[in-house]
Structure formats: structure tokens, C-alpha cells
């Protein structure tokens, strides 16, 4: 089943309770969305481990949600460098949730976080060959450098303000209460 349009979704962000869902999406990715997401072929025992980390300190994720299955997810990855603030992020979309807008809806919700947060490097890297990635860099500025088999994307989010706080807390209330009831479901 595939859906045209992205007003059927809502995206919050994962807390504990929700790692069995995000374990189910991961297993749902295709083979070719594996590879692109982790950078060679995995199986559902390395996706099965991977989630289990999930909620490591230093990480957010974030779910789109249709019902209550995770569509598609984005991952802000603490990468402290000596004194420096820096973090990763990576993306996953299932298939036939792909190029209906979830990756810059997420990207957006990765960069204010990054920001409220004080992170001054947000990377992102992915296979050559990943288009859809590199095209979602490139459409939040990111400077991209292809070296070898990969490329990596750079975007230095601004300092925190007033209106990117307010935007998160917004967004934490109003996804946390949609949690609450996904779980009493």
C-alpha cells in the first residue's frame, strides 16, 4: 500500500516504548534501502542488534508514522570530537514511502534539534551512488565531498533561538501526547 501524500502521517520523536515499531520498520527496509542506509547489505539479526542501541545517551530519533507503524526514521547521533559539539544523522524511508517529502520534513526536525542542542557539525554520509540522500543534503545546504565510495555532507545549523526552541517544545508536547495514546492503543 502505498500513499500519495505525506498529510497522512504525523512525526514525533521515539522514546523506549516505541523500539519495537522502529525494529519493525527497519526489518520492512528493502535490501537496496539497507545498503543505502548502512552502507553495505545487512540482515534482520544486525537490524534486530542496531535497534536495541537505538536509544543509546547522545541519540534522538525520530518517527514518521502512518497509524502506528514507522514509516520512515531519522537518527541525531552524538559525536563529541574534543571539546567540539558534532553529530550525525541518517535517514531511512521504506520504499513506498520514498520521494513523498518525509526525508526533508525529518531532515528539518534533525536541524533544530542539532541547533537547540548547540551542535556546531551535523554530517551526513552515504554511498556514491545514493542520490536521494545527497539531493536531501544538498537541499539544506549541506557541502558535499565525494572521496572514494562515499560522499559526506557538512551543515553547520545556527546557534539556538528563541523560535527554534519554541518550534521543539512544540513539537516534543504535541508529539509526546500523540505517543501517549499510540501506546494506549
Request: glycine letters at 6%; one cysteine or more; hydrophobic letters at 40%.
Amino acid at each position: 500500500m502505498t500513499y500519495d501524500a505525506i498529510e497522512h502521517h504525523h512525526i514525533r520523536r521515539l522514546w523506549p516504548a516505541d523500539i519495537a515499531a522502529f525494529r519493525r520498520h527497519l526489518k520492512r527496509l528493502d535490501a537496496d534501502t539497507r545498503q543505502a542506509r548502512f552502507g553495505s547489505p545487512v540482515n534482520d539479526q544486525f537490524l534486530e542488534a542496531y535497534a536495541d542501541t537505538a536509544h543509546r545517551l547522545g541519540t534522538l530519533i525520530f518517527g514518521a508514522y502512518y497509524g502506528n507503524e514507522i514509516r520512515a526514521s531519522a537518527e541525531l547521533r552524538s559525536l563529541e570530537i574534543v571539546g567540539e559539539a558534532m553529530a550525525e544523522a541518517a535517514f531511512t524511508v521504506e520504499k513506498d514511502y520514498q520521494d513523498k517529502g518525509l526525508g526533508s520534513l525529518l531532515m528539518n526536525r534533525i536541524i533544530v534539534a542539532a541547533q537547540n542542542r548547540s551542535i556546531s557539525q551535523l554530517h551526513m554520509i552515504c554511498l556514491r551512488d545514493n542520490d536521494r540522500m545527497q539531493h536531501l543534503a544538498g537541499k539544506f545546504g549541506a557541502r558535499l565531498k565525494i572521496k572514494s565510495g562515499e560522499v559526506t555532507g557538512r551543515i553547520d545549523p545556527t546557534y539556538p533561538t528563541p523560535v527554534s526552541v519554541f518550534e521543539e517544545a512544540l513539537d516534543e508536547a504535541h508529539g509526546f501526547m500523540t505517543a501517549v495514546l499510540d501506546w494506549r492503543i
